[in-house]
């Protein structure tokens, strides 16, 4: 069984810039959902993907987006960056519909934003 | 979603019990606990999640008190390996939302 992966490791943006993060879920996790971790700071939501669709999303403005392929991973997209979106960059899938279920997370892409 | 108050941090004898306590006193009666930990340059883990009666798993213990409005999780025999930030939340049986709140957790510092 795989778990899940991003990529890349780190990367290194100017500001107005845009990126993307790449994440494959878990073998047969249909669920991708991303989040922001600040330095010191716990991890805050920025939306979930089920089936292709946007399916929640935390505070974040629209230049925040994403994609979730018919093999269920995913991409993270940030436009026009900002040096506050400098952070590391989680991503979880799970299999949603039970009463209650784990989330598998990567081990994250650290952006540094200059 | 209910909030979650844990102490900022906590220290533990290496092969000693680690209890690492959580206040969610606004909790609702369809809302589970969940634990979570982060070890440094790492995603973060999944540990054990209970909704009124105590749990254990192969890694760790969950205590709920019976009105529910705290719980503690119980590292019976830490290691150094068991450094990490801990967190707790609640969050309802959301169906296909699985959004996670965290807030700041506790560090835990295993000591040889």
């Known amino acids: 069984e795989t778990g899940v992966t991003q990529s890349p490791t780190h990367l290194i943006k100017t500001r107005g810039q845009q990126v993307t993060l790449r994440c494959s879920s878990q073998s047969g996790h249909n669920t991708v959902s991303w989040y922001q971790q600040a330095l010191g700071q716990g991890p805050q939501f920025i939306f979930q993907?089920?089936?292709?669709?946007?399916?929640g999303r935390g505070n974040f403005p629209p230049r925040f987006s994403g994609l979730q392929f018919p093999n269920y991973s995913s991409e993270l997209n940030v436009n026009a960056l900002e040096l506050d979106d400098s952070a590391l960059y989680l991503c979880a899938s799970s299999i949603p519909g039970t009463a209650a279920y784990e989330q598998y997370f990567g081990p994250g892409t650290r952006l540094t934003v200059t | 979603d209910a909030k979650t108050t844990q102490p900022p941090s906590m220290d533990c004898a290496e092969g000693r019990a680690a209890n690492l306590p959580c206040n969610h006193s606004t909790i609702s009666g369809n809302e589970y606990v969940y634990w979570y930990r982060q070890i440094h340059s790492q995603g973060p883990q999944y540990i054990i999640h209970?909704?009124?009666n105590n749990e254990t798993n192969e890694m760790a213990s969950l205590i709920i008190t019976e009105d529910r409005k705290s719980s503690t999780l119980i590292l019976p025999h830490a290691t150094l390996r068991d450094t990490a930030v801990y967190y707790c939340i609640v969050r309802p049986p959301s169906g296909n939302t699985g959004k996670l709140i965290f807030g700041q957790g506790t560090t835990l510092q295993v000591k040889p």
């Open positions: 209970g909704l009124k």
């Open positions: 993907y089920y089936r292709e669709e946007e399916n």
